[in-house]
């Protein structure tokens, strides 16, 4: 079955870059894309990202696009999200989460998802 | 891109029905059909319940549906049970190559 798993909770000081992997498996991620979510504690979910799964097509929601970077390696069925230059109310839990099917746009429909991998934002 | 703009709360007893309205603008829900609806449970992570509007994934019960018209799209939850009880966030394709939550709907069930 389908599982997305992702890397272990990271404490960062500000200023820092943060990479998160996902790694999936019961499916490749050439077939379906990955979103991002973020949601900081307490608060509503964050898209912040889509990398498609069919010609590694991104997308990126405005506010992060300067700072945020999705990659995908397809020979270990990992993505990847990097963001830098973190500041304190980056401190959230970030999810990857698969495509329900194939899109050709950031449809936001995602069915399965990581477990979440918290990232503090503390000096 | 702003947030939709979904209801803080909304309530119902168990075996009620219940919507949960999502509203956009022309640029995002009244444009595309693309339009999902998600349930989080505390520290849990969000669950897909209706994608393209109306469509449910594998697994999900025929008790949830969605719809649309014009700018604001709902999810309808019908024979309410304790279980449902969670918060909801509506989301949609916005067209400028980006997709936007709502702010999430806490549902009780009384």
């Known amino acids: 079955q389908v599982q997305l798993e992702q890397s272990g909770g990271e404490v960062k000081k500000p200023g820092a870059s943060v990479k998160v992997s996902c790694k999936a498996s019961?499916?490749?991620?050439?077939?379906?894309?990955i979103s991002w979510v973020r949601q900081a504690p307490g608060q509503g979910l964050e898209w912040m990202g889509w990398?498609?799964?069919?010609?590694?097509?991104?997308a990126y929601a405005q506010k992060f696009q300067d700072r945020f970077t999705m990659t995908t390696d397809i020979s270990t069925n990992t993505a990847y999200m990097e963001l830098r230059s973190l500041r304190f109310d980056d401190t959230a839990v970030y999810y990857c989460?698969?495509?329900?099917?194939?899109?050709?746009?950031?449809?936001?429909?995602?069915?399965?998802w990581g477990q979440g991998t918290l990232v503090t934002v503390s000096s | 891109q702003s947030a939709l703009t979904q209801p803080a709360s909304v309530s119902g007893s168990p075996g009620q029905s219940i919507t949960i309205s999502c509203t956009g603008t022309?640029?995002?829900?009244?444009?595309?059909?693309?339009v999902s609806w998600y349930q989080q449970h505390p520290g849990k992570v969000p669950k897909l319940m209706i994608y393209?509007?109306?469509s449910r994934p594998s697994g999900v019960s025929h008790r949830f549906s969605g719809s649309k018209s014009g700018n604001t799209a709902s999810l309808t939850i019908s024979g309410l049970r304790a279980e449902d009880e969670a918060d909801y966030y509506c989301?949609?394709?916005?067209?400028?190559?980006?997709?936007?939550f709502g702010g999430g709907t806490k549902l009780t069930v009384l």
């Open positions: 989460a698969k495509e329900v099917r194939y899109y050709d746009f950031w449809s936001g429909s995602n069915d399965f």
């Open positions: 019961g499916y490749t991620l050439n077939n379906l894309g």
């Open positions: 990398i498609s799964g069919y010609n590694l097509k991104t």
């Open positions: 022309g640029s995002d829900i009244g444009n595309y059909n693309s």
């Open positions: 393209d509007v109306s």
């Open positions: 989301s949609s394709y916005t067209g400028s190559s980006s997709a936007v």
